[in-house]
Nanobody, 125 residues
Framework: QVQLLESGGGVVQTGASLRLSCSHS????????MGWFRRAPGEERKFVAT????????KYGDSVKGRFTISRDNFKSMLYLQMNDLKPGDTAVYYC??????????????????WGQGTQVTVSS
């Protein structure tokens, strides 16, 4: 059973940067399309970014375009989310997710089979 573990969250001020990491425990990371999602208090889970395993094509949510960058290291089975110019609206629990069913970028959370426990990101004004 694949397990995902996020790390790198914390409390930062507006304009700061953070890099989230997600470790993948299985041998199938290189064939998994990966995604980042977030859930703010009282809100539904929202798409942040995704990276396809086949060609590393990425997609981003509108609110993070130009500020966040998703990347992966298949040798280390690691997924990353570099977050720059953080804003209070980015405050949320961030989750990484994996799917073996799609080779292209996947933005719908329902398409992912495996989820991490999440890491809290808090941006103060």
């Amino acid at each position: 059973q694949v397990q995902l573990l996020e790390s790198g969250g914390g409390v930062v001020q507006t304009g700061a940067s953070l890099r989230l990491s997600c470790s993948h425990s299985g041998r199938t990371f290189s064939t998994a399309t990966m995604g980042w999602f977030r859930r703010a208090p009282g809100e539904e889970r929202k798409f942040v970014a995704t990276i396809a395993f086949w060609d590393n094509i990425t997609k981003y949510g509108d609110s993070v375009k130009g500020r966040f960058t998703i990347s992966r290291d298949n040798f280390k089975s690691m997924l990353y989310l570099q977050m720059n110019d953080l804003k209070p609206g980015d405050t949320a629990v961030y989750y990484c997710a994996a799917t073996q069913r799609f080779a292209e970028p996947v933005v719908s959370p329902q398409q992912y089979e495996v989820w991490g426990q999440g890491t809290q990101v808090t941006v103060s004004s």
